[in-house]
């Protein structure tokens, strides 16, 4: 017996099986339920995370949106915590403006990233509009804008994000609360749970017809992710991508 999770976000399946407490391998004792250490625990946060931002990613956005880094220049980064805050709320305020003088909907999801050595950007997966005119928003440093994807797969985008935000928990703690900020606006796809009487799900996965893996959750293993969880239990991950007609 084992889990399936089955999150459809946008134009992927975003897939986990898993045996777990309740659910493990035919045959095989119980473990006891581990008692975490902070930092296993933290591993099994950062990991839900970067699956449930993936989904997010998914859902919301396109290959007409943008990923913005807003970066300060060295003699225009701000004080203190209190002092970004405030500038990444004008600059939050700003885009709501242009984008309802264009006619436009805002959608975001942003994440700061401040160094051990003081650098700081503002990374910000943002809705489409015309590029050109986001320059305009931003007077304390530079403007990186790419292109996202048309293939509707961000789960590498999610993976940096998560990165950003670790780099600055590090740092300091307090500047942001959770590893990412998205629009209120936002769908949040829920997964589909289910319990999976057969023994153990099969290591060799089937690419349903029209849909293929994703080879950037695990490029080295055909874009499927084999792993152990922290209680000792295995489980994979990999996420399909519908294929355009």
Excluded at 22 to 35: F, S, V, W
Excluded at 114 to 126: C, E, N, Q, T
Excluded at 210 to 233: L, S
Aim: hydrophobic share 30%; glycine share 8%; aromatic share 12%.
């Amino acid at each position: 017996m084992y889990m399936e999770s089955i999150c459809r976000a946008g134009k992927t399946k975003i897939v986990w099986k898993y045996h777990c407490y309740h659910a493990g391998k035919p045959g095989e004792k119980r473990k006891k339920k581990a008692n975490k250490t902070k930092e296993s625990q933290q591993k099994v946060n950062d990991r839900q995370t970067e699956r449930r931002l993936t989904g997010i990613l998914n859902e919301n956005f396109d290959g007409s949106s943008w990923y913005v880094t807003w970066s300060y220049r060295e003699d225009l980064r701000p004080k203190d915590i209190e002092e970004l805050k405030l500038q990444i709320s004008q600059l939050l305020r700003d885009l709501r403006k242009l984008y309802k003088k264009e006619g436009l909907v805002l959608k975001y999801v942003w994440t700061a990233e401040v160094g051990k050595r003081g650098a700081v950007h503002i990374h910000m997966v943002l809705s489409g509009i015309d590029a050109r005119k986001l320059r305009g928003v931003w007077k304390y440093g530079y403007v990186t804008m790419k292109p996202m994807d048309p293939s509707g797969q961000y789960s590498r985008l999610a993976s940096y994000f998560l990165k950003y935000f670790q780099k600055t928990r590090e740092t300091d703690r307090q500047i942001q609360k959770h590893a990412y900020n998205p629009s209120r606006n936002l769908s949040r796809p829920e997964p589909r749970k289910e319990k999976i009487s057969a023994g153990t799900f099969r290591r060799k996965v089937r690419e349903p017809k029209g849909w293929y893996i994703d080879k950037q959750v695990a490029p080295d293993n055909g874009g499927i992710r084999y792993g152990i969880t922290e209680d000792g239990y295995e489980y994979i991950y990999y996420i399909l991508v519908k294929e355009d007609p």
